[in-house]
């Protein structure tokens, strides 16, 4: 198999997981395409194993059912594939600004990073970098 084949094979099987999330609202759906070492790292240095995340999806999924997913980009590099939504929160809820980063591994997704944002609160985001005026 070619880079390129595998590249496109990568950025199928992670929007297949993601359509079948948000299609089925069950996280079941999801379970077959991840490697049984999966790992979900968290910004706060902590990390979930695939059993510890796929619990807490489908515990955030009940209140998000009817969510609306619109896909902005996929970027796939070799094993790695970047996914940039805009999620709208259903029952008039916010909406979010989400980047996941999956590796993939023989074709199961292996690894994931998640940034997620308010987009309310993206200009208030900015303001870490701003200079202290005293």
Do not use: C, Y
Not at 67 to 85: F, P, R
Not at 93 to 115: F, H, K, M, S
């Amino acid at each position: 198999m070619t880079t390129q084949d595998m590249t496109t094979d990568n950025k199928s099987i992670v929007q297949r997981a993601l359509a079948a999330l948000v299609a089925t609202g069950d996280v079941e759906a999801l379970a077959p395409l991840l490697s049984d070492d999966f790992i979900h790292h968290r910004p706060d240095a902590t990390s979930k194993s695939k059993a510890e995340w796929l619990a807490a999806v489908g515990a955030a999924l009940v209140p998000l059912a009817g969510m609306q997913v619109e896909i902005q980009h996929v970027l796939a590099d070799g094993d790695n594939v970047v996914m940039h939504s805009r999620r709208r929160l259903p029952d008039g809820g916010p909406e979010i600004v989400v980047v996941d980063i999956w590796r993939l591994d023989d074709g199961l997704i292996a690894e994931a990073w998640e940034i997620i944002e308010p987009v309310a609160q993206a200009a208030a985001h900015l303001a870490w970098w701003e200079p202290t005026h005293h």
